[in-house]
Structure formats: structure tokens, C-alpha cells
């Protein structure tokens, strides 16, 4: 194919990646990004760069994608979850999870892409969007009409020792989870529902309260933060010539919201196509869909096994001796035999919130 221009829209992760990738292999890329500064979306989150869903340690994947790691990065390998009452240490063998901040702010995942961006020879349009039939790949992030959680919170300075805690209680975060994370003196609390969206700051509160009783809380200059994810496992990633990445192709993890790996790797496999001449539609379905699926009933197991208190603290006194990898390991897991089982009855259970999902 001749190497052409590609204009893509959104510089989140997945268009910064497509772009990074697309630049490094000799193409011309304009990049169009309705907010003024990559990052913009957040206001200097921690989220996690989870490294557990796939073998490959995430950091030397996203090497494999020519993405290199030039933001604030801290492995953590262990984590603790709480319940009203209790804390529970969990430790694993290998990092579970790299935290990064996000954001228009100095150190974050998204600062850090556009500057590698910007070496490639990417053009990036800051305040400036395009018609979708006037960009080539989509990367535009979440789509509102597929609303499948809602987080809020508040990022702080503090001295409190590094940490990671989850915390399960429906009280808190309506079948979802609320977090403490801490790294380096900067912390984020937040709570994620993943229903009865209309309960989030009641649940907020809740989860402050929770957090209060068990650590010895000081925080400064708290900012909210927050957002809404997106999911779909239609999978088409390719509608009318136009290629679509991330969040704007659903490929967000429908059990618990972790989508930046997925969207810098779908951003990768974009780019590819574009450079290989390959079928998009076919490649990012075959990477994608299976895991997506399995995402999809993972989220149905835990919203009808993780419901109430009692087998929340049954769960989180469970996980502490079990191999705890042993767990991850199987839930992300391509759609294997169990999970192809359960997808329809999931599928339905879900579909009645979900319209998309019908
Ligand atoms: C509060 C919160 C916490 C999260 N925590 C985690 C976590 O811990 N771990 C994890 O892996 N994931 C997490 N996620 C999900 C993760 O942030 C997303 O999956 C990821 O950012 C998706 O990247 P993306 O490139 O698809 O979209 P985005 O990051 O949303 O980037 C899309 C970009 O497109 C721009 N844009 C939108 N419309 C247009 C347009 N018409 N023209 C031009 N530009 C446009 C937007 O301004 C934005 O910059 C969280 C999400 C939220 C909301």
C-alpha cells in the first residue's frame, strides 16, 4: 500500500498509539483532539496498568508496540482488600499492576504518549475535531449510549505510606468496588458502580467513611475526579472504511473497567493493518472478541456471586489463601469451554440493562 496520510481522531491511548506506531513506519499522521492537552478527560486519576490478563508482562508488551514507558510507572504487587470490617493482605509473585497517573499533568500516561507522538513526527490538532467520515481511525473513547459504569472520587496529596486497597461492599459501590490508591505521597479514593448510577456520591461517601475507619486518613488539596467507561461486544471495528480503537470500539473490560492496555493494543493492531495491508476487521476481532466475552461473563459471575456482605467477606477470606493468580488467570482466559456456556445466560442477564448487548 502506498504509505498515504492518516488522520486520526482523539489522542487518547489508543489514537496516540496508532499514531506513534503509524509515524514510526514512514506514514504522515494528523491527529485531531477536541480537548486543548492530551489527558484532558482526567484530572490526574491513578489507574492501574493491569498486568494480569494477559501472560506477556505489560510493560515489555507495550515495547512490543513501540509504546516506551517515558511516565511515572509504580509496580505494585500487592494489594489489600477490605469489607466493612476487615483488611486482607494479598500478595503475588509479580507486579499485579503499574500505577499511572492520567491527565493533562506532568508524569501521566497521556503526557508521555504525546511526547513520543510529537518525536514521531505526529501532528496533533489541540481544541479541533473532525467529522467522523473525515478521519481514517476513530479513537474518540467512550460512547455514551453503552454507559457500563461510573466512577468518582478525588485525587490528594497526603503522607500516607504507598498502598493499593479494594474495597467490595454494595454500600459503597453499587456491584462494583470502590479504591484507595496511594504512590509516592499522591493518592486517589474513589468508587466505581457499575449500577444505580444515581447512588454515586451517596456511595462516595460511604466509601470515605469505610476508608476513614480503617486508615489513619490525611489528604491535601483534594480534587474530584471521575468519568464514565464504555463496552460493547459486537465488536466492529471496522464500519464504513473507518477503522475505530479503544473505548469507540468497545474493547474496555466489561468485569471491571481496566481498558488502557486494550486501548494502546487495539490502537497497535489499527496501525498495522494500515502499514500490512491486513484486514482490521478480522485481526482485531480475533484478538479481541473471545476475551471480551469471557469480560462479559466474568461481570455476570460477580454481580450475581459478589452481591451481598456475606459472600463478599466469604470472597475476600477465600482469595487470601488461594492462588491468587490461579484466579486472575482463569477469568482471563480466552472464552473456554465454561464461559461459552454461560455467555448466553449472561448476555440475557445483562441485556436488561445493557440495550447494546441485545
Ligand atoms: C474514572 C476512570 C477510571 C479508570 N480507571 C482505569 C484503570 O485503573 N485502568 C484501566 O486500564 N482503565 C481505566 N479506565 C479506562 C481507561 O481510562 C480507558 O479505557 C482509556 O482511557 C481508553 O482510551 P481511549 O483512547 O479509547 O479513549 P480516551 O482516553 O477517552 O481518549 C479519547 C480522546 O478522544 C477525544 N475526543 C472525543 N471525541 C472527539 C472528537 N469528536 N474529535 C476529536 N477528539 C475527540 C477525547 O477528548 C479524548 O482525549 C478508567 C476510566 C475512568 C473513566
Redesign the pocket.
Known amino acids: 500500500m502506498a504509505l498515504r496520510k492518516i488522520r486520526i481522531?482523539?489522542?487518547?491511548?489508543?489514537?496516540?498509539?496508532a499514531a506513534i506506531n503509524l509515524a514510526k513506519a514512514g506514514f504522515e499522521v494528523e491527529v485531531?483532539?477536541?480537548?486543548r492537552d492530551?489527558?484532558?478527560?482526567?484530572g490526574g486519576?491513578?489507574?492501574?496498568?493491569?498486568n494480569w490478563s494477559r501472560r506477556e508482562n505489560v510493560l515489555e508488551d507495550l515495547k512490543g508496540m513501540n509504546i516506551d514507558v517515558n511516565f511515572d510507572c509504580d509496580p505494585f504487587s500487592k494489594i489489600t482488600l477490605a469489607t466493612e470490617k476487615e483488611l486482607s493482605d494479598v500478595r503475588f509473585n509479580e507486579d499485579l499492576?503499574y500505577l499511572v497517573k492520567?491527565g493533562a499533568v506532568k508524569g501521566s500516561l497521556?503526557q508521555g504518549l504525546k511526547e513520543q507522538a510529537v518525536d514521531s513526527g505526529v501532528k496533533i490538532n489541540f481544541n479541533?475535531?473532525?467529522p467522523?467520515d473525515g478521519?481514517d481511525i476513530i479513537?474518540?473513547?467512550?460512547v455514551s449510549r453503552e454507559v457500563m459504569?461510573?466512577?468518582?472520587?478525588v485525587v490528594f496529596e497526603t503522607g500516607m505510606d504507598d498502598i493499593a486497597v479494594g474495597l467490595l461492599d454494595n454500600d459503597a459501590a453499587y456491584k462494583g468496588y470502590s479504591y484507595l490508591l496511594v504512590t509516592n505521597g499522591y493518592g486517589c479514593m474513589?468508587t466505581?458502580l457499575l449500577d444505580k448510577f444515581e447512588n454515586v456520591n451517596k456511595c462516595f461517601q460511604t466509601t470515605e467513611t469505610i476508608f476513614k475507619k480503617h486508615f489513619d486518613f490525611n489528604i491535601r488539596n483534594p480534587k474530584p475526579?471521575?468519568?464514565?467507561?464504555s463496552f460493547s461486544v459486537k465488536g466492529d471495528f471496522k464500519l464504513n472504511g473507518k477503522f475505530f480503537?479503544?473505548?469507540?470500539?468497545g474493547?474496555?473490560?466489561f468485569l471491571w473497567?481496566?481498558?488502557?492496555?486494550?486501548?494502546?493494543a487495539?490502537?497497535h493492531l489499527a496501525a498495522r493493518s494500515f502499514i500490512e495491508n491486513t484486514d482490521y476487521q478480522a485481526v482485531a476481532k480475533s484478538y479481541f472478541e473471545n476475551r471480551l466475552k469471557a469480560s462479559a461473563v466474568n461481570r455476570f459471575l460477580w454481580e450475581i456471586l459478589l452481591g451481598s456482605k456475606f459472600l463478599n467477606n466469604w470472597a475476600i477470606n477465600k482469595i487470601g489463601k488461594v492462588k491468587t493468580e490461579k484466579i486472575l488467570d482463569m477469568l482471563y482466559k480466552t472464552h473456554n469451554s465454561y464461559s461459552k456456556l454461560i455467555f448466553p445466560v449472561a448476555i440475557r442477564h445483562l441485556g436488561k440493562r445493557y440495550k447494546t448487548l441485545r
Open positions: 481522531a482523539g489522542a487518547g491511548p489508543s489514537g496516540l498509539s485531531f483532539e477536541a480537548a492530551c489527558g484532558h478527560r482526567f486519576d491513578l489507574q492501574a496498568l493491569e499492576f492520567r497521556d479541533s475535531s473532525v467522523r478521519a479513537a474518540t473513547g467512550p459504569g461510573i466512577d468518582r472520587g474513589c466505581v475526579v471521575g468519568g464514565v467507561g480503537a479503544g473505548e469507540a470500539a474493547v474496555q473490560d473497567g481496566f481498558g488502557i492496555r486494550n486501548a494502546i487495539s490502537g
